[in-house]
């Protein structure tokens, strides 16, 4: 068995009535989370495991990060890296949470209406400490 793909994989995880396809031993391996659903004593018995609290893309690019398949950070907003940050909390993925804060330590702020954006994007998620101090510092960089 192969983990090129996601698509030709052993587990599905439903999310907004979309499939998402993937291998249970690698997300295991990725995730401890993952690994007690799909093994532990309290495993998941259906073979399409519902997934709450997040978007499809957020889910996704969670997946393409596992899957090591490309993912256009500069297309994000803020609000959608943050949601990729919740997943990498929620699944405990900390390479995964380490990428977000650097993707946001890279995003250029150019106005002052992009500082106040990002400044108000970080307090709403101070629940992500490192990331939401990170992009709070690079709005105190574009005032100095």
Request: with cysteine; proline share 4%.
């Amino acid at each position: 068995m192969g983990f090129d793909s996601p698509e030709d994989g052993d587990s599905k995880q439903e999310i907004l009535l979309k499939e998402i396809k993937g291998h249970k031993l690698l997300l295991g391996l990725f995730s401890e989370v993952f690994k007690r659903g799909f093994y532990g004593p309290a495993k998941e018995t259906k073979n399409v495991v519902p997934v709450k609290e997040t978007t499809v893309e957020a889910f996704e690019k969670m997946f393409y990060y596992i899957y090591r398949k490309d993912i256009k950070w500069g297309d994000l907003s803020l609000l959608e890296m943050f949601d990729i940050a919740n997943l990498a909390e929620k699944y405990d993925i900390p390479s995964l949470m380490e990428e977000v804060k650097a993707q946001i330590e890279m995003i250029p702020l150019t106005t002052t209406e992009d500082v106040m954006d990002a400044a108000h994007t970080a307090t709403q998620f101070y629940q992500f400490p490192a990331i939401s101090s990170a992009l709070l510092l690079s709005c105190a960089k574009f005032v100095k």
